[in-house]
T-cell receptor
């Protein structure tokens, strides 16, 4: 397994455009998370999936943001009508989420860096 | 809500020891994690504490006191490659990690 993969690694877009990020988690992980990180800050939770079900969305996730995980495998995060304040690193993470692995350690991908001009 | 505090920056000399403190106030507690993040890279897992006490893993150790809402990460025999941001994170429920802002450690020769 190659870990958590994210694509694209970098995206530069103009304000008002739509962007979509993809995350491929570790194959045996049933939990998937999206976080956002800005310079000098820790990752901020955006949303969480268990299999294909989206179980929590942060208040940070405005109506312009939508995330899906249609078959419980890969996930997409779409941002519509981007604004300059959306510029950040978008991190995806996955974990096993079973009772055996008590730590439920999140493994992060390298992130997708978004710059909105 | 969650409130997780850690120092912004620390500097230490190669071969020395550095201790990064983290205090937290959360609505629940189900584990405390430390992650390392090099500039431009993904956070990588370092340690996990759910019970009080010290967990040692090679050059890195992590301590937890749940009654005090306090943890520290101890880095021994510092190496240049240890220059990175160290993130303290608390899991308040079954799945969600909340992170502090991170402590940037600079190791000088």
């Amino acid at each position: 397994d190659t870990g958590v993969s994210q694509d694209p690694r970098h995206k530069i877009t103009k304000r008002g455009q739509n962007v979509t990020f993809r995350c491929d988690p570790i194959s045996e992980h049933n939990r998937l998370y999206w976080y956002r990180q800005t310079l000098g800050q820790g990752p901020e939770f955006l949303t969480y999936f268990q299999n294909e079900a989206q179980l929590e969305k942060s208040r940070l996730l405005s109506d312009r943001f939508s995330a899906e995980r249609p078959k419980g495998s890969f996930s997409t995060l779409e941002i519509q009508r981007t604004e300059q304040g959306d510029s950040a690193m978008y991190l995806c993470a996955s974990s096993r989420g079973d009772r055996i692995s008590g730590a439920n350690v999140l493994t992060f991908g390298a992130g997708s860096r978004l710059t909105v001009l | 809500g969650q409130n997780i505090d850690q120092p912004t920056e620390m500097t230490a000399t190669e071969g020395a020891i550095v201790q990064i403190n983290c205090t937290y106030q959360t609505s629940g507690f189900n584990g405390l994690f430390w992650y390392q993040q090099h500039a431009g890279e993904a956070p990588t897992f370092l340690s996990y504490n759910v019970l009080d006490g010290l967990e040692e893993k090679g050059r890195f150790s992590s301590f937890l006191s749940r009654s005090k809402g306090y943890s520290y990460l101890l880095l021994k025999e510092l190496q240049m490659k240890d220059s990175a941001s160290y993130l303290c994170a608390v899991r308040a429920n079954d799945y969600k990690l909340s992170f502090g802002a991170g402590t940037t450690v600079t190791v000088r020769a």
